[in-house]
């Protein structure tokens, strides 16, 4: 109730100041208010947490609950670890999903895809042309298939959300070009993550080298906060311009996991309401990772090797 009453009050000061983000700012400087007096109200602030909370709901995460996210996210990549040998051709996407769902619970955990907003199965299998939400079932994976797992493990509560493409048998050029472009993604994206720094410098980071490549950007789907919750404020997108959005500051923990495509980045859905696929029927890769924005940078919280 005591943060309730805080947040009320914050409220109000907020809508007596009646100037719009892009609005000329009130101390006369003619710069736009969002990269003045308001930039100045966050980088001043005695409490960066009440700030955040109300502006954007952003909830920065305290020591206990980086330790409690770390601890999910190496579940998450022992779980990798499980299923990295049956990335071969002839195994069902199923055999996958009870791989996960079975290694999850024996370690005391839940997979947070289970039943979230109706998904039916324990992770995401999504094959050659499906962006992302694949829902695991009987399809067989075939020599040259390209497949990602997103993994999402929820561990005394702490969630955290990891992904990778796979190569299944021997790649052909396109699925190498593809995968090799979409870890460099994240490579690149994470490179960005430092206090001061902004939302919108990780899209652009990026964007431009996945357009650079030849490749495009999904847009209907982005990064997102994680921890607490499956997906919290704020939205990554991974595509922008440089200095745009909100500036990181140490405490958030939020995933980059761009999906790139190798022709045009439109998706549709399929009937089960889930399944992403590329319009055009191109491949898409994809890799995510759980990172927490420290004084100095970054640290990943479900590390696994981007080189
Ligand atoms: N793990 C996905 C993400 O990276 C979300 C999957 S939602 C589900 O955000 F319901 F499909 F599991
Ligand atoms: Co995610
Ligand atoms: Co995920």
């Not at 983000?21 to 990269?35: A, E, F, M, T, V």
């Not at 206090?195 to 990026?206: F, Q």
């Not at 209907?220 to 997108?237: L, T």
Request: hydrophobic share 35%; net charge neutral; charged share 25%.
């Amino acid at each position: 109730m005591k943060s309730k009453t805080r947040l009320n009050l914050l409220k109000e000061k907020d809508a007596s100041v009646k100037v719009g983000r892009n609005d000329p700012c009130i101390c006369g400087s003619g710069l736009k208010y969002k990269k003045c007096c308001l930039e100045k109200e966050v980088l001043d602030n005695k409490d960066p947490g009440a700030l955040y909370a109300q502006r954007y709901k952003i909830q920065l995460k305290k020591e206990a609950d980086i330790m409690g996210i770390r601890k999910a996210g190496q579940l998450v990549l022992d779980t990798f670890e499980q299923i990295t040998d049956k990335i071969r051709p002839g195994t069902k996407t199923d055999d996958i999903n009870t791989i996960v769902h079975e290694f999850t619970v024996k370690n005391g955990a839940r997979p947070a895809p289970l039943n979230y907003r109706g998904f039916p199965k324990s992770v995401c299998v999504s094959v050659n042309e499906v962006v992302c939400h694949g829902i695991p079932g009987p399809r067989v994976l075939e020599d040259g298939d390209i497949v990602n797992v997103d993994i999402t493990s929820v561990l005394n509560g702490y969630y955290a959300d990891a992904n990778q493409t796979f190569f299944v048998g021997t790649p052909g050029p396109e699925a190498l070009k593809i995968v090799s472009v979409a870890r460099e993604c994240l490579r690149r994206g994470i490179s960005m993550v430092k206090p001061g720094n902004t939302i919108g410098d990780i899209g652009w980071a990026i964007q431009r080298y996945a357009e650079e490549q030849g490749c495009s950007v999904v847009r209907d789907f982005v990064g997102h906060g994680v921890g607490f919750e499956f997906h919290e404020a704020p939205q990554v997108p991974h595509f922008g311009q440089r200095g745009q959005g909100i500036r990181l500051i140490p405490g958030m923990v939020f995933t980059i996991e761009p999906m790139i495509n190798l022709g045009n980045h439109d998706l549709k859905i399929l009937e089960d309401n889930w399944t992403a696929v590329t319009k055009d029927k191109s491949l898409s890769a994809q890799f995510e990772q759980t990172i927490l924005v420290t004084q100095t940078g970054y640290e990943s919280l479900t590390p696994y090797d981007l080189s």
